[in-house]
Each structure stands twice: as structure tokens, then as C-alpha cells.
């Protein structure tokens, strides 16, 4: 029985729970209001983090153009002489076959990461590479410029300076170009000028192509210069800059 008033006691007329349904029935708006809200600052968090993701992607490709000004273009660096060829020896017993191959490096490191461009090496140890097969391996690459690295020598030690030799006129400008950015550096060195070279690796090339002589190992202000790591950082930085000026204006 006691039951059974309790059970008939719980009933919607009863006023306590007529009271608690008003209150909640009161709040109910108020929470789903709060929910909409939060839902709609959820979507618009949401969808400001997708735009910037989207935004993020869309720069990269540009940013990527910028910072790679030589991308699609291949750049054959040759190290002269090697192997059976020590080339020119110094007073202080550099080989220029060595110094070469420590310039090329310096100078491959350099357009990897600064440029995008496509780096070949005629060789990358001491080995003996003949001069036909180094043009070959521009002519198969059709690549956009080889690049011959030298140091010159004269029977007096006297001579210092720095030439870019090029095959053609329809080459000179990118000689030039290389150049010029080459005695912005103030090496503290003779500037000997853009000729055109009768060298076997630019006679044959079938693409274009210069042969930097960096300084005379037969002087030894010179000789010292190029056998210094901060040498072939700066020299490289001033040739890849070169580079850049004339393939941005093609
Ligand atoms: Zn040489």
C-alpha cells in the first residue's frame, strides 16, 4: 500500500516535479544554444586550419621556384686533368689536379643547394679521365654549360690572375657573366679578362662551355689563395651567381 501512494504521488502533477521540469525545461535552450555555439566555433577553427594547410601548399611550389633558379638545368663541372695528369705542381707542392677537384666539389655542394640545378662531375676522385670522354658526358647529359676548372701556370712566378675562357661569342655572355661576378670578389689577384680559348674541352664541346683559370699555381700569393677552403667557397658562391644572372635573363 505504501507503495502504491508512493507510486500514485509520482505523478506529472506533482508540484515538485512540475518544478523540476520547468527548471530544466528552462535550461534546455540555454544548452543547446552553448552547443551550437561551440559546434560553430569547432567548424569555423576547423575550417580556418584546412585554408591555412591549403594556403600552406599552394606557396610551396612558389617558394620552391624561387629558390631554385636553376632547376631543369644540367651543369657539368670538370675538374682538370687527374690521375696519370697532375697538370701544373706549385712551390709549395700543390697539384693543381687536387685543387681542381676540391673547387668542382665546392662548386657542386654549391648549386645543389642553392639552385636545383642537375650536377654532373667529369670525376670525382683522382682518376685519369682523357678529354674526349669529358665532353661526351656533356654531349649525353645535353647539358646547359659545362664548366672546365683550371690553374694556370707561366715559367716566371711573377704572373698572377684570374681568366674565363669561352669557346664562341655565342658563348661569351655567360663567360662574362661568371666573370664579372668572379672580380666582385676582390680576390686581391689580377683580372685577365674574358678571352676565347683554343682548348680541347671547348673546341669539341657541342654544348656551352668555359675554362676557368683561377689563379696562377706558379705564384705564391695565388697558390696559397687557391689552396684554402674559404677560397673555393667564395669563388664557388661568385660562379653559381654568374650562372644565375645569365640563365635568368634567357
Ligand atoms: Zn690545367
Not at 145 to 159: E, K, P, W
Amino acid at each position: 500500500m505504501r507503495r502504491h501512494t508512493k507510486r500514485t504521488n509520482m505523478t506529472n502533477n506533482d508540484p515538485i516535479y512540475r518544478l523540476k521540469k520547468s527548471k530544466k525545461s528552462k535550461r534546455a535552450p540555454k544548452l543547446a544554444l552553448l552547443g551550437v555555439l561551440s559546434l560553430l566555433v569547432l567548424g569555423l577553427v576547423f575550417y580556418y586550419n584546412l585554408k591555412e594547410v591549403r594556403v600552406h601548399v599552394e606557396v610551396q611550389p612558389l617558394m620552391a621556384v624561387s629558390g631554385r633558379p636553376l632547376e631543369g638545368k644540367t651543369i657539368v663541372i670538370d675538374p682538370g686533368h687527374g690521375g696519370k695528369h697532375p697538370g701544373s705542381i706549385g712551390q709549395l707542392g700543390t697539384f693543381e689536379r687536387d685543387v681542381t677537384l676540391q673547387m668542382a666539389k665546392e662548386m657542386e655542394q654549391e648549386l645543389l643547394e642553392k639552385t636545383g640545378a642537375t650536377v654532373l662531375l667529369t670525376r670525382n676522385q683522382d682518376e685519369t679521365v682523357d678529354l674526349q670522354q669529358r665532353v661526351d658526358i656533356a654531349a649525353e647529359a645535353r647539358a646547359d654549360l659545362f664548366l672546365s676548372i683550371h690553374f694556370d701556370a707561366f715559367t716566371t712566378n711573377d704572373v698572377e690572375g684570374m681568366t674565363t675562357y669561352h669557346k664562341d661569342s655565342h658563348d661569351q655572355p655567360i663567360a662574362q657573366a661568371v666573370h664579372d661576378r668572379l672580380m666582385e670578389k676582390d680576390f686581391d689577384t689580377r683580372d685577365r679578362g674574358v678571352r676565347v680559348g683554343d682548348y680541347y674541352v671547348l673546341r669539341e664541346n657541342t654544348v656551352p662551355a668555359l675554362l676557368l683559370e683561377l689563379g696562377y699555381i706558379s705564384n705564391e700569393k695565388d697558390e696559397r689563395r687557391m689552396r684554402s677552403l674559404d677560397f673555393h667557397k667564395e669563388a664557388s658562391e661568385a660562379i653559381v651567381e654568374g650562372m644565375i644572372d645569365y640563365f635568368r635573363e634567357r
